[in-house]
């Protein structure tokens, strides 16, 4: 009985975010808007050999399988449903002793076993999924046994020194697909490990199908903001919701001059919502009822809860690896923080990592503070997002301030030309335009002042990259024009040829394919040996209509550098539309194994489609496709290739609608392309009955 007089307590409501971890199978009534992916991975899961699902790391992979995919497959029908299985838990032997059986298989199998169930150490996965498969439909059929791997990329980032073990666990997975026809296998990867993955592709009996999943869309964002609190007696005002995903997508920098630039993108990190929403949750007052604006600037502020989040791991890495936490912050803010504000990157060694044990850079990593990314075999560490910039900063200097020990010790940055042109580059590289912008103006106008004429005009061509990547073509060929009158002032040959092939790229995204044929002339004409420009002629001459010529250019600039992947790309590409379907096939996928701008990529992808389908292998063709549309849905050209795809098996209203498609989007289209669209839509009406 309360006290007269004194307010009755209000007891605190759970928390119905999860936040950083993933969620949980038990949790699908606090998962929200992933909806259409579930479906989308549940459908594909069921028809396919093997389905891959990708993404970024921390995007959700592990949530939408534990909480969107496996309830939606709880009460299906005529499944064998297994637990999702990984592939690494927790070895004990040392590494330099052989295991008695296979480490990977092992664990795979005894992850996707029930907790009674007695596991044989040297077990293959063929054997365990032939006893799971032992249920039978009405019809006398094996029912579909559904099989998951999670964070699949464990195979190749634990223990490198194991390959032979990885060899053996990869045939093995072979041998299952191959002896368990009821086998329905699922893998999650993050995408910097899709090229390993299309290596272990090749080695099974059955075609991989890819599906993508990318941060939230602010629709989507909005739903997993305010449905969860539907179990609770709390709620969002009207637009609060919204409002807050407009600043979850929202990122402002500040740059070295001191100016601020303000960036929102189109999509939400899935982390960083749970983080603020855990956060925002947990600071309200216990009697609120109606979260409104005034609430959400209170309590929902985003930075503060970055760096709560930040200095909650380190604590926990602190306790976890005995590192201490001074140090620990001074490594994260010396190694990953650049003197320009921007993340830094570091090499993972053999045991350390930039003179820091490996496993703490492991205990951050599982933390979300850092994330990696494998980059020519090789696996490098940066700060997990943008925002932990400014938050770990400004939780450095409070705890710095409150122990009494100085700032940190780093050069500050020098303010003359070549550190504003390299601040300008560093912003471009993260797409933070404006500050790039302004860095570079600041550079050209001292090198400018400083009578500096060369690295004046090699400053115009970065401003001129900067327009480009901002879509400003106008702004970009005045630069590279300013600059081209200095490089020929100073007779600088190479950098005079570099400066047309721009120019010449601009005109060829233009569609004035005859300007980038001179241009790339000219360049050529200046460094007969560039090639550089040979590339750039053979793809105008190409996208003017002359193929021919384009394969002769192309194999000039192969007769150079024979690795140019994209001399490969184009010659594989001009190739296919001249039929010649096997030589083009080899140039596609040596260009695809010597690497490609991503736009380049996906052209690669869906010209190789079109191969395959003249060749009669339609499920490698559709699988090509799926992988180009995962990339990039809306790109014209891989809707033309898709209708080629589509002609080539006889699926005319497929066909039919990608080449509508193709010319619907196709506003930069080559010429050549157009036509074939018509063209081959004709042909289709004419074959209509």
């Not at 099974?204 to 602010?218: E, N």
């Not at 964002?221 to 609060?240: I, M, N």
């Not at 409070?398 to 020098?414: D, F, N, S, T």
């Not at 990339?631 to 290739?641: F, G, M, S, V």
Request: hydrophobic share 40%; charged share 25%.
């Amino acid at each position: 009985m309360n006290s007269p007089g004194k307010p009755s307590a209000v007891m605190p409501q759970a928390n119905p975010y999860v936040g950083p971890r993933p969620f949980r199978s038990s949790e699908t009534d606090q998962f929200f808007g992933r909806g259409r992916e579930a479906r989308d991975v549940r459908s594909l899961w069921m028809a396919e050999r093997v389905l891959v699902l990708h993404g970024p790391p921390a995007v959700g992979k592990t949530s939408l399988l534990n909480a969107g995919v496996l309830p939606l497959l709880a009460n299906e029908s005529h499944i064998d449903l297994l637990p999702p299985g990984r592939l690494v838990i927790q070895f004990t032997r040392p590494l330099a002793e052989a295991p008695p059986h296979n480490s990977y298989s092992f664990t795979l199998i005894s992850s996707w076993s029930h907790a009674a169930q007695w596991i044989e150490p040297g077990m293959s996965i063929a054997e365990f999924l032939t006893e799971q498969s032992q249920h039978m439909n009405e019809s006398g059929e094996p029912n579909v046994l559904l099989a998951a791997i999670d964070q699949f990329e464990e195979l190749s980032t634990s223990f490198p020194a194991r390959y032979e073990e990885r060899e053996r666990f990869i045939s093995q997975l072979g041998d299952a697909l191959r002896e368990v026809r009821s086998l329905r296998l699922l893998l999650v990867v993050r995408d910097d490990h899709l090229a390993e993955l299309a290596a272990i592709e090749r080695r099974m009996p059955y075609p991989f199908t890819y599906v993508r999943l990318d941060p939230l869309a602010p629709p989507a964002a909005t739903d997993a903001v305010y449905k969860p609190l539907k179990g609770t007696d709390r709620s969002f005002a009207d637009g609060v919701a919204e409002e807050l995903v407009d600043i979850l997508r929202t990122t402002t920098y500040t740059d070295l001059v001191g100016e601020s630039a303000t960036l929102q993108v189109n999509l939400v990190e899935p982390l960083l919502l749970q983080i603020v929403c855990t956060q925002l949750w947990s600071s309200l007052p216990a009697d609120l009822k109606v979260i409104r604006r005034k609430d959400l600037r209170r309590f929902g502020d985003v930075d503060q809860a970055i760096m709560r989040f930040y200095e909650t791991a380190i604590h926990e890495v602190e306790l976890e690896t005995e590192q201490s936490e001074g140090s620990l912050r001074s490594w994260i803010e010396s190694i990953f923080i650049t003197e320009h504000g921007t993340r830094g990157n570091a090499y993972r060694g053999f045991s350390m990592t930039s003179d820091m044990p490996n496993r703490v850079v492991d205990a951050l990593t599982e933390r979300h503070i850092l994330t990696s990314e494998r980059r020519a075999l090789s696996t490098w560490y940066e700060l997990s997002q943008d925002r932990l910039i400014g938050a770990v900063r400004e939780s450095n200097q409070a705890w710095r301030a409150e122990h009494g020990q100085r700032e940190l010790e780093r050069e500050p940055p020098v303010a003359d030309p070549a550190s504003f042109r390299a601040a300008a580059e560093e912003a471009l590289s993260i797409g933070n335009y404006p500050s790039a912008r302004r860095f570079a103006q600041v550079a050209a106008s001292r090198y400018r002042e400083s009578g500096d004429d060369r690295r004046l005009a090699q400053t115009l061509v970065l401003e001129g990259d900067i327009s480009r990547a901002e879509g400003d073509l106008n702004a970009a060929r005045e630069n590279l024009r300013a600059a081209l009158s200095s490089f020929s002032i100073l007779q600088d040959s190479n950098s005079t040829a570099r400066t047309l092939s721009a120019l010449a790229e601009i005109s060829l995204s233009t569609g004035d394919y005859m300007a980038a044929e001179d241009f790339q002339m000219q360049a050529l004409r200046e460094h007969p040996a560039s090639v550089e420009a040979l590339i750039g002629l053979g793809y105008a001459q190409w996208y003017s209509g002359s193929p021919a010529d384009a394969e002769i250019t192309f194999n000039q600039a192969l007769n150079w550098d024979p690795q140019a992947a994209r001399a490969l790309a184009g010659r594989g590409q001009v190739r296919a539309e001249m039929r010649e379907y096997v030589v083009a096939l080899a140039d596609l996928d040596s260009a695809l194994e010597s690497g490609l701008p991503f736009t380049e990529e996906v052209d690669v992808r869906s010209a190789r489609a079109v191969v395959l389908a003249a060749l009669g292998q339609a499920a490698k063709a559709d699988r090509e496709l799926a992988l180009a549309r995962s990339q990039d849905p809306h790109r014209a050209r891989t809707h033309l290739r898709a209708g080629q795809v589509a002609a080539a098996l006889g699926r005319n209203a497929e066909a039919r609608r990608e080449f509508e498609a193709a010319l619907r989007e196709g506003s930069g289209l080559p010429t050549p392309d157009r036509q074939a669209a018509r063209r081959m839509l004709g042909a289709l009406a004419d074959q209509a009955p």
